[in-house]
Protein backbone atom coordinates (compact mmCIF):
# COMPACT_ATOMS: atom_id res chain seq x y z
CA UNK A 1 0.00 0.00 0.00
CA UNK A 2 2.61 2.22 0.55
CA UNK A 3 4.49 1.16 -2.54
CA UNK A 4 1.53 2.19 -4.23
CA UNK A 5 0.88 5.54 -2.66
CA UNK A 6 4.75 6.48 -3.20
CA UNK A 7 3.96 5.55 -6.82
CA UNK A 8 1.08 8.00 -7.14
CA UNK A 9 2.94 10.35 -5.57
CA UNK A 10 5.73 10.66 -7.89
CA UNK A 11 3.13 10.62 -10.65
CA UNK A 12 1.78 14.19 -9.47
CA UNK A 13 4.79 15.38 -8.64
CA UNK A 14 6.09 14.68 -12.40
CA UNK A 15 2.70 15.97 -13.58
CA UNK A 16 3.00 18.98 -11.96
CA UNK A 17 6.45 19.78 -13.38
CA UNK A 18 5.70 18.73 -16.64
CA UNK A 19 2.09 19.79 -17.28
CA UNK A 20 3.36 23.62 -17.26
CA UNK A 21 6.37 22.65 -19.33
CA UNK A 22 3.79 21.27 -22.35
CA UNK A 23 1.28 24.04 -21.70
CA UNK A 24 3.78 26.59 -22.83
CA UNK A 25 5.42 25.03 -25.56
CA UNK A 26 1.72 23.90 -26.62
CA UNK A 27 1.02 27.60 -26.56
CA UNK A 28 -2.09 26.89 -23.83
CA UNK A 29 -0.32 29.33 -21.51
CA UNK A 30 2.89 31.99 -21.65
CA UNK A 31 1.70 33.61 -24.74
CA UNK A 32 1.03 36.62 -23.13
CA UNK A 33 3.75 36.17 -20.87
CA UNK A 34 6.42 35.05 -23.83
CA UNK A 35 5.30 36.95 -26.47
CA UNK A 36 7.10 37.61 -30.08
CA UNK A 37 6.96 41.26 -30.47
CA UNK A 38 9.57 42.06 -33.35
CA UNK A 39 9.05 40.90 -36.61
CA UNK A 40 12.60 40.77 -38.27
CA UNK A 41 12.84 40.54 -42.47
CA UNK A 42 16.37 39.56 -43.58
CA UNK A 43 16.92 40.00 -47.32
CA UNK A 44 16.14 43.23 -50.12
CA UNK A 45 12.47 42.40 -50.68
CA UNK A 46 12.26 43.94 -53.92
CA UNK A 47 8.79 41.79 -55.65
CA UNK A 48 7.24 40.27 -52.48
CA UNK A 49 4.92 42.74 -50.66
CA UNK A 50 5.86 43.66 -46.94
CA UNK A 51 2.42 43.62 -45.85
CA UNK A 52 1.66 40.34 -47.21
CA UNK A 53 4.50 38.70 -45.47
CA UNK A 54 3.78 40.47 -41.87
CA UNK A 55 0.20 39.24 -42.30
CA UNK A 56 1.01 35.28 -43.16
CA UNK A 57 3.63 35.62 -40.18
CA UNK A 58 1.35 37.07 -37.58
CA UNK A 59 -0.95 33.96 -36.75
CA UNK A 60 2.27 31.99 -36.37
CA UNK A 61 4.09 34.57 -34.22
CA UNK A 62 0.78 34.84 -31.94
CA UNK A 63 1.66 31.20 -29.79
CA UNK A 64 4.07 33.18 -28.27
CA UNK A 65 8.28 32.76 -28.39
CA UNK A 66 8.46 29.31 -26.94
CA UNK A 67 5.29 27.90 -28.37
CA UNK A 68 5.91 29.12 -32.29
CA UNK A 69 6.14 26.46 -34.63
CA UNK A 70 8.90 27.80 -36.67
CA UNK A 71 8.33 24.86 -39.98
CA UNK A 72 4.78 26.01 -40.46
CA UNK A 73 5.66 29.73 -40.56
CA UNK A 74 8.43 28.98 -43.02
CA UNK A 75 6.10 26.57 -45.22
CA UNK A 76 3.79 29.73 -44.91
CA UNK A 77 6.25 32.04 -46.25
CA UNK A 78 7.39 30.08 -49.07
CA UNK A 79 4.14 29.68 -50.90
CA UNK A 80 4.41 33.76 -50.88
CA UNK A 81 4.70 34.94 -54.60
CA UNK A 82 7.91 35.44 -55.87
CA UNK A 83 9.86 33.74 -52.52
CA UNK A 84 12.26 31.22 -53.94
CA UNK A 85 13.56 30.36 -50.39
CA UNK A 86 12.56 30.94 -46.58
CA UNK A 87 13.88 30.24 -42.96
CA UNK A 88 12.21 31.55 -40.11
CA UNK A 89 14.12 31.41 -36.68
CA UNK A 90 13.90 32.89 -33.26
CA UNK A 91 15.94 34.83 -31.27
CA UNK A 92 16.00 35.49 -27.12
CA UNK A 93 13.53 37.27 -25.90
CA UNK A 94 11.15 38.32 -28.35
CA UNK A 95 12.50 38.32 -31.77
CA UNK A 96 11.26 35.91 -34.87
CA UNK A 97 13.28 36.63 -37.42
CA UNK A 98 12.35 35.91 -41.49
CA UNK A 99 14.85 35.10 -44.31
CA UNK A 100 13.69 35.36 -47.70
CA UNK A 101 15.10 34.78 -51.27
CA UNK A 102 13.03 36.09 -54.12
CA UNK A 103 13.33 34.25 -57.27
CA UNK A 104 15.36 36.45 -59.73
CA UNK A 105 13.18 35.51 -63.07
CA UNK A 106 15.33 34.32 -65.94
CA UNK A 107 12.66 33.48 -68.61
CA UNK A 108 9.34 32.67 -69.42
CA UNK A 109 8.43 28.65 -69.66
CA UNK A 110 5.60 28.28 -71.85
CA UNK A 111 2.76 30.48 -70.93
CA UNK A 112 1.75 30.35 -67.60
CA UNK A 113 5.50 30.02 -65.36
CA UNK A 114 8.83 31.26 -65.08
CA UNK A 115 11.95 30.03 -65.19
CA UNK A 116 14.21 31.77 -62.01
CA UNK A 117 18.32 31.91 -62.74
CA UNK A 118 18.76 29.02 -60.13
CA UNK A 119 16.56 26.70 -62.58
CA UNK A 120 13.51 26.32 -61.06
CA UNK A 121 10.16 26.99 -62.10
CA UNK A 122 7.70 29.08 -60.62
CA UNK A 123 3.77 29.69 -61.75
CA UNK A 124 3.42 33.57 -63.03
CA UNK A 125 0.31 33.99 -61.78
CA UNK A 126 -0.42 37.13 -59.91
CA UNK A 127 3.06 37.98 -60.28
CA UNK A 128 4.30 41.35 -61.81
CA UNK A 129 6.77 39.85 -64.55
CA UNK A 130 9.28 41.96 -65.96
CA UNK A 131 8.89 43.25 -69.95
CA UNK A 132 11.55 41.73 -71.93
CA UNK A 133 12.07 37.99 -70.95
CA UNK A 134 12.86 35.22 -73.21
CA UNK A 135 10.38 32.57 -73.53
CA UNK A 136 11.53 29.00 -73.69
CA UNK A 137 9.31 25.72 -74.79
CA UNK A 138 10.47 22.09 -73.96
CA UNK A 139 10.94 19.29 -71.68
CA UNK A 140 12.03 20.56 -68.22
CA UNK A 141 14.69 18.49 -67.84
CA UNK A 142 16.25 20.44 -70.73
CA UNK A 143 16.29 23.49 -68.88
CA UNK A 144 20.06 24.10 -68.57
CA UNK A 145 20.22 22.93 -72.83
CA UNK A 146 17.94 26.03 -73.21
CA UNK A 147 20.04 28.35 -71.35
CA UNK A 148 23.26 27.40 -72.42
CA UNK A 149 21.83 27.45 -76.17
CA UNK A 150 19.85 30.90 -75.63
CA UNK A 151 23.24 32.65 -73.85
CA UNK A 152 25.53 31.46 -76.42
CA UNK A 153 23.25 32.42 -79.10
CA UNK A 154 22.89 35.91 -77.61
CA UNK A 155 26.48 36.29 -77.85
CA UNK A 156 26.50 35.26 -81.61
CA UNK A 157 24.15 37.89 -82.97
CA UNK A 158 24.64 40.48 -80.76
CA UNK A 159 27.55 41.91 -82.91
CA UNK A 160 24.90 42.95 -85.27
CA UNK A 161 22.37 43.99 -83.12
CA UNK A 162 19.88 40.91 -83.14
CA UNK A 163 18.59 39.06 -79.79
CA UNK A 164 16.88 35.90 -79.20
CA UNK A 165 13.45 36.43 -78.78
CA UNK A 166 12.56 32.58 -77.78
CA UNK A 167 14.16 29.26 -77.99
CA UNK A 168 12.31 26.04 -78.42
CA UNK A 169 13.22 22.29 -78.57
CA UNK A 170 10.51 19.60 -78.79
CA UNK A 171 10.32 16.13 -77.51
CA UNK A 172 12.73 14.64 -80.29
CA UNK A 173 15.53 16.82 -79.78
CA UNK A 174 15.07 19.68 -82.58
CA UNK A 175 15.37 23.24 -82.10
CA UNK A 176 14.28 26.07 -83.17
CA UNK A 177 14.40 29.79 -82.00
CA UNK A 178 12.45 33.36 -83.13
CA UNK A 179 14.68 36.27 -83.63
CA UNK A 180 14.13 39.61 -82.23
CA UNK A 181 13.71 40.65 -85.62
CA UNK A 182 10.96 38.47 -86.19
CA UNK A 183 13.21 35.63 -88.10
CA UNK A 184 12.68 31.70 -86.89
CA UNK A 185 15.13 29.72 -87.06
CA UNK A 186 15.34 26.31 -87.47
CA UNK A 187 18.28 24.25 -86.54
CA UNK A 188 17.26 20.61 -86.63
CA UNK A 189 18.67 17.82 -83.66
CA UNK A 190 22.30 17.44 -84.79
CA UNK A 191 25.06 20.42 -84.72
CA UNK A 192 22.95 23.47 -83.59
CA UNK A 193 26.04 25.52 -82.30
CA UNK A 194 27.98 25.37 -85.19
CA UNK A 195 24.61 25.81 -87.73
CA UNK A 196 24.18 29.29 -85.76
CA UNK A 197 27.85 30.20 -85.16
CA UNK A 198 27.95 30.03 -89.24
CA UNK A 199 24.58 31.36 -90.26
CA UNK A 200 25.30 34.55 -87.76
CA UNK A 201 28.62 34.84 -89.22
CA UNK A 202 27.36 35.21 -92.61
CA UNK A 203 23.82 37.08 -91.73
CA UNK A 204 25.14 40.62 -92.08
CA UNK A 205 26.59 39.60 -96.04
CA UNK A 206 23.05 37.82 -96.50
CA UNK A 207 21.33 41.04 -95.40
CA UNK A 208 23.18 43.39 -97.13
CA UNK A 209 22.83 41.33 -100.17
CA UNK A 210 18.93 41.84 -100.07
CA UNK A 211 16.97 44.43 -98.98
CA UNK A 212 13.97 42.47 -97.78
CA UNK A 213 13.61 41.13 -94.27
CA UNK A 214 14.24 37.99 -93.45
CA UNK A 215 11.17 36.27 -92.36
CA UNK A 216 12.56 32.40 -91.72
CA UNK A 217 15.67 30.59 -92.39
CA UNK A 218 16.22 26.57 -92.28
CA UNK A 219 19.47 25.77 -91.73
CA UNK A 220 19.15 21.89 -91.53
CA UNK A 221 20.77 21.82 -94.41
CA UNK A 222 24.90 20.08 -94.49
CA UNK A 223 26.06 22.46 -97.20
CA UNK A 224 23.51 25.44 -96.84
CA UNK A 225 20.20 27.33 -95.64
CA UNK A 226 17.18 27.70 -97.28
CA UNK A 227 15.63 31.50 -96.62
CA UNK A 228 12.21 33.24 -96.86
CA UNK A 229 11.98 36.76 -97.10
CA UNK A 230 9.39 39.30 -96.28
CA UNK A 231 8.63 42.37 -98.95
CA UNK A 232 9.78 45.34 -97.49
CA UNK A 233 6.88 48.14 -98.33
CA UNK A 234 7.79 50.25 -101.79
CA UNK A 235 10.55 47.31 -102.70
CA UNK A 236 9.29 44.88 -104.87
CA UNK A 237 5.77 43.52 -105.69
CA UNK A 238 4.47 44.25 -102.47
CA UNK A 239 3.87 39.81 -101.46
CA UNK A 240 4.14 39.06 -98.43
CA UNK A 241 6.64 36.47 -99.10
CA UNK A 242 8.64 35.09 -101.71
CA UNK A 243 10.07 31.41 -102.43
CA UNK A 244 12.61 30.06 -100.60
CA UNK A 245 16.07 31.18 -101.51
CA UNK A 246 19.00 28.37 -101.26
CA UNK A 247 22.40 29.74 -99.56
CA UNK A 248 25.19 27.27 -100.57
CA UNK A 249 27.86 27.36 -97.74
CA UNK A 250 31.20 24.93 -96.59
CA UNK A 251 29.75 21.70 -95.04
CA UNK A 252 30.01 21.91 -90.98
CA UNK A 253 32.51 19.16 -89.69
CA UNK A 254 31.86 16.13 -88.06
CA UNK A 255 31.01 16.96 -84.09
CA UNK A 256 28.66 15.32 -81.37
CA UNK A 257 25.17 16.18 -81.64
CA UNK A 258 23.40 18.80 -79.49
CA UNK A 259 22.01 16.69 -76.87
CA UNK A 260 25.14 14.68 -76.11
CA UNK A 261 27.04 17.59 -75.09
CA UNK A 262 26.94 18.76 -71.39
CA UNK A 263 26.46 21.97 -70.37
CA UNK A 264 28.35 22.74 -67.45
CA UNK A 265 26.84 25.60 -65.24
CA UNK A 266 29.40 26.96 -62.61
CA UNK A 267 28.60 26.67 -59.14
CA UNK A 268 25.15 24.98 -59.88
CA UNK A 269 23.41 28.41 -60.97
CA UNK A 270 22.52 29.52 -64.39
CA UNK A 271 24.59 32.67 -65.92
CA UNK A 272 23.58 35.44 -65.93
CA UNK A 273 22.99 36.73 -69.09
CA UNK A 274 25.84 37.83 -71.05
CA UNK A 275 27.30 41.50 -71.74
Same mark, same amino acid.
Given at each position: ?7 ? *?????? *? ?15 ? %? ?37 ? %?????? $? ?5 ? &???? $? ?7 ? #???? %? ?22 ? +? ?10 ? &? ?8 ? $???? /???? @? ?7 ? $????? #? ?44 ? @?? +? ?18 ? /?????? %? ?32
Amino acid at each position: MNAFLRLV *AWLLAL *ALVTLPVVAVIQGWVGA %ERWPLRTLRVVGDLERVDAAHLRATVMPHARRGFFAVRL %EDAQAA $VATLPWV &ESAE $VRKQWPDVL #IVRV %EEHRPFAWWGEDRLLSERGRLFPA +ANVAVPKGLPRF &EGPVSRSKDL $VALY /NESR @ALFAPIGVD $VQSLR #IDARGSWSMTLSSGAELLLGRDDARLRLARFARLLPQLQAQDPRTL @AR +ADLRYTNGFALTWRETPGIG /NGESGV %ERTPVAVPPLPATRTLASRPFPIPDSRFPAFPT
